[in-house]
């Protein structure tokens, strides 16, 4: 799926490619999944972002396959081994994906590929949420776009470190997929009246921005901590360090080295090998239909993660 001009999710569409070029410390994935991030459909807008690529472009950072070929360098063993890999940037809506192998995850035995891809992204984000807050067993932490793909893991990993958590949604069907992941409490930030219903908390984990980001601060406890992992706003919230000194409150900058990124990616897919955590998967497309997701995740009528699937 190239993108061929920024725009709306119609830009997407679907052409011919140059095979990829299997370089010396490359691998060749045969892609049978691929990740979609918001992050993704705000690089499709036009819109500023860590993504720099200028149309034409591939675009897609995660990917799931098995490996075919790889470069001088590379230990041959990876070939036939299923794997996770983030692209780059760029090259993942596609049936094959060149990739530097030392950035590969072989997957655990006992996960799905499927699961494994939607644990890619997210999973290393949300573990590093949680890592940065240094939250302590017994507090209790609000989580904001609980149903989407970084809260829903959120959630769950909050609960497995002995946190009360307090699932912040919108809409009903929302509530009912952060129930079912054993939240202690969830309010729909839909109604009137949801703050108070949320309640005092320790930790806000702001993944909305905007409102709904400024009202959850205004919930912590003095001590308390903030950190953001999206905008599904469209806006971050905007709370200065001036407005939290004066409640004695901190906003939590998440940062992780590459090599702490890789501990959590690997940390959350043994879980999930193990069966502790979970992807919620909660809508796939085909390759071809890459703009319906995109329109999908920017409705905010997705729960879980969106995935493409590469059928041959």
């Known amino acids: 799926m190239w993108l061929k001009e920024f725009g709306g999710p119609e830009v997407l569409v679907m052409a ?7 370089g010396p410390g490359r691998a060749l994935v045969e892609v049978e999944h691929a990740n979609i991030t918001f992050v993704e459909t705000q690089f499709r807008a036009g819109l500023p972002g860590p993504f720099k690529a200028v149309p034409p472009v ?3 950072n995660g990917v799931g396959g098995v490996v075919s070929e790889v470069g001088e360098g590379v230990d041959p063993a990876l070939v036939g081994k299923r794997v996770v890999s983030s692209t780059g940037g760029s090259g993942g809506y596609a049936e094959r994906a060149a990739v530097d192998a030392a950035g590969v995850f072989v997957v655990p035995d006992g996960l ?9 992204a997210d999973g290393r984000t949300a573990s590093m949420m949680l890592d940065a807050v240094r939250a302590r067993a017994g507090e209790r932490v609000l989580v904001e776009a609980a149903a989407g793909g970084v809260g829903t893991l959120l959630v769950q990993l909050a609960k497995a470190a002995g946190l009360r958590v307090v699932a912040a949604v919108g809409g009903e069907r929302k509530a009912e997929v952060a129930r079912g992941l054993g939240a ?34 205004g919930l912590l406890r003095r001590g308390g901590r903030m950190v953001s992992f999206g905008l599904a706003s469209g806006e971050w919230s905007a709370v200065s360090e001036e407005d939290a000194a004066e409640r004695g409150v901190a906003l939590v900058q998440a940062a992780a080295t590459p090599e702490e990124m890789r501990a959590f990616t690997r940390d959350v897919l043994e879980r999930a090998a193990a ?33 493409l699937d590469v059928v041959r």
Not at 112 to 120: G, I, P, Q, S
Not at 289 to 305: D, L, M, N, P
């Open 16 to 22: 011919e490619a140059p095979e990829p070029v299997v």
């Open 58 to 60: 591939i675009p897609g």
């Open 112 to 120: 799905a590929l499927d699961e494994a891809v939607a644990l890619l």
């Open 184 to 217: 202690d409490d969830v309010v729909d930030y839909t109604e009137p009246g949801w703050t108070e219903r949320a309640g005092a908390v320790d930790v806000v984990f702001d993944g909305v921005g905007g409102e709904i980001a400024r009202a959850a601060f």
């Open 275 to 307: 069966g502790t955590v979970r992807p919620v998967i909660g809508q796939r497309f085909p390759l071809e239909r890459a703009g319906e997701a995109h329109a999908a995740i920017q409705s905010r009528a997705t729960v879980g993660k969106t995935l």
